[in-house]
Nanobody
Framework: QVQLVESGGGLVQPGGSLRLSCAAS????????MGWYRQAPGKQRELVAL???????NYADSVKGRFAISRDNAKNTMYLQMNSLKPEDTAVYYC????????WGQGTQVTVSS
């Protein structure tokens, strides 16, 4: 079992930046890929970015060039640096870790508004 706790969400103006963190605990040795997903009101949850245990990354087209995913294995923590934020980035952001099953965090709200 893997436990995930997100932090770093909040309210930011368009064009601003935020960094989300996801701290993992439990059976972290079994994780082979981690990612960030988001869900806006009335919409389906969508993939934002993925990072494998060897550092390969993948991004949704809507965030390429603005967001950067990374992980610090020594701290068992994954990050999402979000720059040039837009109102359409407003959503609840979820951390996920795939091991024997997909594990989810509780989510953190990101609101981009002036």
């Amino acid at each position: 079992q893997v436990q995930l706790v997100e932090s770093g969400g909040g309210l930011v103006q368009p064009g601003g930046s935020l960094r989300l963190s996801c701290a993992a605990s439990g059976s972290i040795f079994s994780i082979y890929v981690m990612g960030w997903y988001r869900q806006a009101p009335g919409k389906q949850r969508e993939l934002v970015a993925l990072i494998t245990n060897i550092g390969n990354t993948n991004y949704a087209d809507s965030v390429k060039g603005r967001f950067a995913i990374s992980r610090d294995n020594a701290k068992n923590t994954m990050y999402l640096q979000m720059n040039s934020l837009k109102p359409e980035d407003t959503a609840v952001y979820y951390c996920a870790a795939d091991s024997t099953r997909r594990n989810w965090g509780q989510g953190t709200q990101v609101t981009v508004s002036s």
